[in-house]
């Protein structure tokens, strides 16, 4: 462990905070009782942490973790390591749901039987939008083709007391940094990129949906005790580089395993600096190198936003919070890691393709187009998505257009717009952001996911390849346009529309200059953009939001017709254990899966956006983009019991629903970070819901492989990786210790027993991550069985 007594400097003031003339904006006051964290009783428990912990200097993270525990001395005592050892059971204080994990998370919740649910939580309709030809007329089809979706979230949140953010409100974490994020509080969020309201400094922790409904019950949250990096900023961002040049930059360092089991805190004088909306960039995209989440201590600017967003009461509350040492890490906290990064040094950073851990610095990129053969084109440019698209990043974006339609010149692409909530459309509105958008020929697209999750109705460049140029955070293959072909960089949004302007891939803003129709030379100037506006934000449009803090209406009913293609009442999954005893039944292998698997991968987004509430019909969808690793072939899978009739290869989800027919309960080998990606519990469900009991990985995406232990499949990890190529389709797996550890050896070491084709039989060694509750739910046959169980 790297101890470090860097002070943090950034509160280094203490409670006497100045303000912020720069960027004062004129502020309302809201009524904030239910959103202001419950500092007393938090403060109460780090200080009786703090005790029990030998008053050890602790880094922010802990503090948070810690005063959200549910029961510290079962936690924490017995003087062993913690930090990625113990599990911690803690108690979030808030859920908020995008409108395609809620179905599954509601419908799970449903099934416990309660009245209300135990933590405020927001649904907010924000994937299920499509970006076709602009905000009004695609928020209106939207709303037409979902109906039935939006109508069954809606009576479930009025039945159990949910805030429901109607579609054309904004992108889920907008709304919630906007309305929800406090410093200091945990919350959780069924999104991989909930991190994002880390920018006001707290944990917010993205998870599948039976996770949420942990919380949503009252359940103690189990989450196995983070490691903490600390990253050490210095100096100051200028020019063209960004806060997500930063976080690009990093990516690029840590990779996207880089996070795994990790939060990362920042720290140092070159936080204070930077806006609340920055901060959120940074912390959304700590998503993409698999961190648990993203922190930062408490600064002047998150102060300075919640006042702009009418959370006054929050900031002076944070700010008594601050003066106890609350929100900061303390003197000599001790991380796992320390990253230096001196931001003075930083430069525009591209990611991508297809990873978005595939960094190459702006001055770099032209050359590394070249070496690889690329044409020099840009095909389109596009802004937005949860990741950018603050006030700040719009105003700087307009900057940028306005310079640009001074000398005459508009965007060479497409360039499409997303704002990231109905408050910053309207704002952008009033202040003639859009108008000058609009000049230069952006396409302003309703506040929501749109293009980010695949929802971009593209009607050029079919299977031909090409390459965009995007704001977001994710590139895998085929996400946006369902194109493999598309060749998708991650940019932060200045250099995106800069480029719009050139069309070329090569064009680097801070050297080159375009050529004006009279053949004069133009260069852009960086913007500086506003993080906060000058008059205030303004709500915009009122009836796309919920009533604060609803009362549960237990008589309304939740609508799900019978016949329903899009929703689908959940049917409890049975347990794997017969009167066997407590190892698993003869599994067979389904497939060797090669190389990346991300969850979109294994159930794809786009058009199956739709079948999010009905788990057969989306379940068609199963690894329909992994690649079989014996072949190499995409979405192929062996069928080695096929009966007369069957064909020797399917599809993968025809040959998983064989086995079903079968009754034949399966496994998957896998490789490196299985499940990459998104908080999608879908990848969890599908398989199982096909007789997946058991996936074998060399490793695995913690809230993917979180996601399986709660749906009822076992995630083991080869212990020797070089294994994953010994077992292939067809082999017959049978797990040996399982019973000892699920008894209680927690040292327990699980073997399976390897049965080839040919009849070749061999025993490897696996290791697990399955905590004492977790193998409970894996008897059970699932959490949400185990949750029922106690319940009764
Ligand atoms: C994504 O960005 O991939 C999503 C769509 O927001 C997912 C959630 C989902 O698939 O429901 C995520 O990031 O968790
Ligand atoms: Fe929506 Fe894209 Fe953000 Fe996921 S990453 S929440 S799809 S905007």
Known sequence: MLSTTLRNSVLATGP????????????????????????????????????????RPLTLAEKILYSHLNDPEKSLSGGGKIRGESYLQLTPQRVAMQDASAQMALLQFMSAGLSRCAVPTSIHCDHLIQAIDGAESDLKRSIASNKEVFDFLESAARKYGIEFWKPGSGIIHQIVLENYAAPGMLMLGTDSHTPNAGGLGLLAIGVGGADAVDAMTGTPWELKAPQVVGIHLTGKLSGWATPKDLILHLAGKLTVRGGTGRILEYFGPGVANQSCTGLATVANMGAEVGATTSTFPYTENMRAYLNATGRAPVARAADKAASMGFLNADDGAEYDEVIEINLSELEPTINGPFTPDLATPLSKFGSFVKEQGWKDELSAGLIGSCTNSSYEDMTRVAELAKQAKAAGLVTKVPFLCTPGSEQIRATMERDGVTNTLEDVGAVVLANACGPCIGQWKRDDMKGEENAILTSFNRNFKSRNDGNRLTMNFLASPTIVTAMAFSGSLSFNPMTDTLTLPSGKPFRFTPPAGRDLPIEGFTQGNTDYYPSPTPEPQPETEVIIRADSQRLELLEPFQSHFGDSGLELPPLKVLMRVRGKCTTDHISAAGPWLKYKGHLTNISENLLITAVNDEGGDVNVAFDHDRAAGETETDTIPAVAKRFKARNQPWTLVVDDNYGEGSAREHAALQPRFYGCAMIVARSFARIHETNLKKQGVLPLWFADKADYSRIGSGDIVETIGLADLIKGRQNAAVKLKVTKRTGEVFEILTKHTMSEDQLKWFCAGSALNFIRSQMS
């Open 16 to 55: 006497t905070f100045r303000r912020s003339l720069a960027t004062h904006a004129p502020f309302y006051e809201k009524d904030c009782s239910s959103i202001t964290p419950p500092y007393a009783q938090l403060i109460g428990k780090w200080e009786y942490v703090r005790e029990l912990l030998n008053n």
